[in-house]
């Protein structure tokens, strides 16, 4: 048995959970700091860093004390590595880096972008990684800065095949929402303001689908792209400046700007299925929150596709993802771990250790 205590704190989110053998989530404690960026517009760096440093030691005692344990009881410490804003992960490195030095504990460091893979499986879905049948698997990851598509094979080797050439899902979110006025994170504010909205009303660019009449490039088949869509919500909130405080215009606006992102990440998760033959479809991410998004995926159960999206607890940051990769880093692990917190998204080599 491992107890392993995971720490988080890569963006606005101070993140300690304790997770039983990867698989049992005994506690996922989070402490949110959006109000405290909300008058910003977005996240401010240095003040997600003091806010962590604020808090993280209540995080984590109260993360031991929800899962009945102390301290004493737990075999390793895990923490995100990166990638992330570099003052709030220096942080959580240095708060686990001190706690695995006074109690001589492995430190595990955890690549958060695989994480949030591992997120889909929690809290009690591992069982699904040990059947071959399953694979290949496809695995849409959606948050404020990664849009990607990997393929893990049967192997269990992982190989990204598409992700966004500019911004990503989640900031095209977080700006068409600050266009609307709709305040911070654009995420949630969107899909609230699109509720009663049209999704039909309002035409919005796909880009790299065809739909606009324009041949894709093989090359970005799979891949995405956002920024264009910024431009077309600030064109259109401008051509309608005079109508911006009507509410069912805004509801109308953001349901179609909504269907447009989720309506291209369905079309190239199908595609690349089809293209790849797998049997899985995997969902996590913050941007997974998203009902529109998580109702369309499940649709393509119909296909005869499995399908896997993340609990809304494990889409946005949260320790239990890190404490849960960190025990299948566990077996291999090594006291001279690379610490590189400017961790980027590999290129073409992703190594996700599932047992
Ligand atoms: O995974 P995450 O918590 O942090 C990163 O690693 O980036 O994702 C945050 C992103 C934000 O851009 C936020 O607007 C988006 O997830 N998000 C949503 C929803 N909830 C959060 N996007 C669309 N609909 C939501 N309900
Ligand atoms: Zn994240």
Same mark, same amino acid.
């Given at each position: 048995?491992?107890?392993?205590?995971?720490?988080?704190?890569?963006? $606005?989110?101070?993140?300690?959970?304790?997770?039983?053998?990867?698989?049992?989530?005994?506690?996922?404690?989070?402490?949110? %700091?959006?109000?405290?960026?909300?008058?910003?517009?977005?996240?401010?760096?240095?003040?997600?860093?003091? =806010?962590?440093? %604020?808090?993280?030691?209540?995080?984590? %005692?109260?993360?031991?004390?929800?899962?009945?344990?102390?301290?004493?009881?737990? $075999?390793?410490?895990?923490?995100?590595?990166?990638?992330?804003?570099?003052?709030?992960?220096?942080?959580?490195?240095?708060?686990?880096?001190?706690?695995?030095?006074?109690?001589?504990?492995?430190?595990?460091?955890?690549?958060?972008?695989?994480?949030?893979?591992?997120?889909?499986?929690?809290?009690?879905?591992?069982?699904?990684?040990?059947?071959?049948?399953?694979?290949?698997?496809?695995?849409?990851?959606?948050?404020?800065?990664?849009?990607?598509?990997?393929?893990?094979?049967?192997?269990?080797?992982?190989?990204?095949?598409?992700?966004?050439?500019?911004?990503?899902?989640?900031?095209?979110?977080?700006?068409?929402?600050?266009?609307?006025?709709?305040?911070?994170?654009?995420?949630?504010?969107?899909?609230?303001?699109?509720?009663?909205?049209?999704?039909?009303?309002?035409? @919005?660019?796909?880009?790299?689908?065809?739909?606009?009449?324009?041949?894709?490039?093989?090359?970005?088949?799979?891949?995405?792209?956002?920024?264009?869509?910024?431009?077309?919500?600030?064109?259109?909130?401008?051509?309608?400046?005079?109508?911006?405080?009507?509410?069912? @215009?805004?509801?109308?606006?953001?349901?179609?700007?909504?269907?447009? !992102?989720?309506?291209?990440?369905?079309?190239?998760?199908?595609?690349?299925?089809?293209?790849?033959?797998?049997?899985?479809?995997?969902?996590?991410?913050?941007?997974?929150?998203?009902?529109?998004?998580?109702?369309?995926? !499940?649709?393509?159960?119909? %296909?005869?596709?499995?399908?896997?999206?993340? =609990?809304?607890? @494990?889409?946005?940051?949260?320790?239990?993802?890190?404490?849960?990769?960190?025990?299948?880093?566990?077996?291999?692990?090594?006291?001279?771990?690379?610490?590189?917190?400017?961790?980027?998204?590999?290129?073409?080599?992703?190594?996700?250790?599932?047992?």
């Amino acid at each position: 048995m491992a107890l392993i205590l995971g720490i988080e704190t890569s963006c $606005d989110e101070t993140s300690a959970s304790v997770v039983e053998n990867g698989n049992f989530v005994l506690s996922n404690i989070v402490y949110s %700091q959006i109000t405290k960026h909300s008058e910003f517009g977005g996240v401010v760096p240095e003040l997600a860093a003091r =806010e962590h440093l %604020q808090s993280i030691e209540v995080v984590v %005692q109260e993360a031991l004390s929800q899962a009945s344990v102390s301290i004493f009881d737990i $075999d390793a410490i895990a923490v995100t590595n990166g990638p992330g804003l570099v003052p709030a992960l220096l942080i959580g490195l240095n708060f686990a880096r001190a706690l695995s030095f006074s109690y001589k504990l492995p430190l595990i460091p955890v690549n958060h972008f695989t994480a949030h893979i591992y997120g889909a499986f929690l809290p009690d879905k591992m069982n699904f990684l040990k059947k071959n049948s399953n694979f290949p698997m496809l695995a849409l990851v959606v948050s404020g800065g990664h849009t990607v598509l990997l393929l893990i094979d049967k192997s269990k080797s992982v190989r990204i095949i598409g992700q966004t050439l500019d911004d990503a899902a989640g900031e095209a979110f977080d700006k068409g929402a600050k266009i609307l006025g709709l305040g911070y994170p654009g995420g949630p504010a969107i899909e609230k303001a699109a509720k009663y909205g049209n999704p039909s009303k309002f035409i @919005f660019p796909r880009a790299l689908t065809g739909a606009s009449g324009r041949a894709v490039d093989e090359e970005d088949r799979f891949n995405f792209s956002f920024s264009g869509l910024k431009t077309a919500i600030l064109n259109h909130s401008r051509k309608n400046h005079h109508i911006m405080y009507d509410t069912n @215009f805004i509801a109308d606006t953001a349901a179609s700007y909504q269907e447009a !992102i989720v309506d291209v990440l369905i079309r190239k998760t199908l595609d690349a299925a089809k293209f790849y033959s797998v049997s899985t479809l995997i969902l996590s991410g913050g941007v997974a929150c998203n009902s529109r998004l998580r109702d369309k995926f !499940i649709a393509l159960k119909q %296909q005869g596709y499995n399908i896997i999206i993340a =609990e809304r607890e @494990f889409c946005t940051d949260n320790a239990a993802m890190i404490a849960g990769e960190a025990y299948h880093l566990l077996k291999n692990y090594t006291a001279s771990y690379d610490f590189d917190i400017f961790a980027r998204l590999p290129e073409n080599k992703l190594k996700i250790s599932f047992i």
